[in-house]
């Protein structure tokens, strides 16, 4: 077996939020054998399982998972760019952070909106991560992915729908790999737009305290930091987790938070919400 498993790994290890209960199964595959033989074992022994990448973007409950985690390691995480199609290839566990510095590093623009984004590229795609106004599924040429029990299968941009926060890509897939397109770009310009994008983020979101990002989507032409900040919400806290001082949208980790401390939360901002404005917050952040 190229990888290896783990019993009752604590996810909390496995998060930015710091936090989760233990996984029953933790499994670290290393190549595309591997990730097919475990998947499938899986699927036989009627175990649930799903894919964690970084961990950015996911509440895991103080109860754990009851079944398999299932991570893509460095055998999934390459990144190349080939300089005659000007296509970056990305493996599902690279850092989407590294192909924005490798598109920097050869003049190539386009990627500059994900400059901070914590995720892996499967997670990317997955959740069609994204600033306000770019999101990685404009940037998408092709996906390929694995369905369990059936084999490879490629996506092609045009069979792919992309919205906010969300795209066309089956569920019950496991995102391996996609190939990005980019622009012929000023190297000064790049760099510009990547330092504005950063210097941005950390004025306004707490960057040193774990957290999964933002919490809720923005609903159309709204946004969801302000809605919390009008219904007084900003800076109230329950046991660890806080709804941040300086970015509403973001319910931070002062240090020993519980999941249910931060679903505490998320449920005071939805009634509040709910009450003031009649507008229902949708939660961007996988449970
Ligand atoms: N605002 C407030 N009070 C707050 C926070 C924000 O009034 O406490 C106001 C701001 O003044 C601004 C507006 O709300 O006018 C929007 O805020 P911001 O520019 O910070 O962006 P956002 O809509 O909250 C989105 C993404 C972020 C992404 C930023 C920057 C969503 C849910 N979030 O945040 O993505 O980094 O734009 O592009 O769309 C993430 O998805 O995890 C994430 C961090």
């Not at 941009?157 to 391996?176: H, K, Q």
């Not at 709804?243 to 249910?260: E, K, P, T």
Request: aromatic share 8%.
């Amino acid at each position: 077996f190229e990888g290896e498993v783990l019993e009752n790994e604590p996810l909390s290890r496995h998060t930015t939020y710091r936090i989760g209960g233990p996984a029953r199964l933790y499994a670290r595959v290393e190549s595309l054998h591997a990730l097919i033989a475990f998947s499938e074992y899986c699927v036989e022994q009627g175990i649930p399982w799903f894919v964690l990448g970084r961990g950015s973007n996911l509440l895991v409950s103080d109860a754990g998972f009851p079944g398999a985690v299932i991570v893509l390691g460095q055998g999934f995480s390459s990144c190349s760019y080939d300089d005659a199609a000007h296509v970056f290839t990305a493996g599902a566990s690279c850092p989407l952070s590294r192909v924005v510095h490798m598109a920097y590093e050869r003049g190539r623009a386009g990627m500059e909106f994900a400059v901070g984004t914590p995720g892996s590229v499967g997670g990317a795609l997955r959740m069609n991560a994204g600033s306000r106004h770019e999101y990685i599924g404009s940037r998408v040429l092709s996906v390929t992915s694995y369905r369990p029990g059936e084999g490879l299968v490629r996506h092609r941009a045009a069979d792919i729908e992309w919205g906010y926060r969300e795209s066309t890509l089956p569920n019950d897939e496991i995102m391996l790999e996609c190939e990005l397109s980019s622009f012929d770009g000023d190297p000064e310009m790049i760099r510009a737009r990547m330092d504005n994008a950063m210097s941005l983020r950390r004025k306004t979101q707490p960057l040193a305290a774990p957290s999964c990002g933002s919490v809720f989507k923005n609903p159309k032409g709204d946004s969801v930091g302000r809605l919390i900040e009008n219904v007084g919400l900003k800076g109230a806290r329950c046991g660890g987790a806080q709804i941040s001082d300086l970015h509403a949208n973001f319910i931070v980790n002062c240090g020993d938070a519980r999941a249910d401390d931060v679903l505490t939360l998320m449920h005071r901002v939805q009634d509040a919400v709910a009450e003031a404005y009649g507008i229902e917050l949708e939660p961007e952040v996988r449970f």
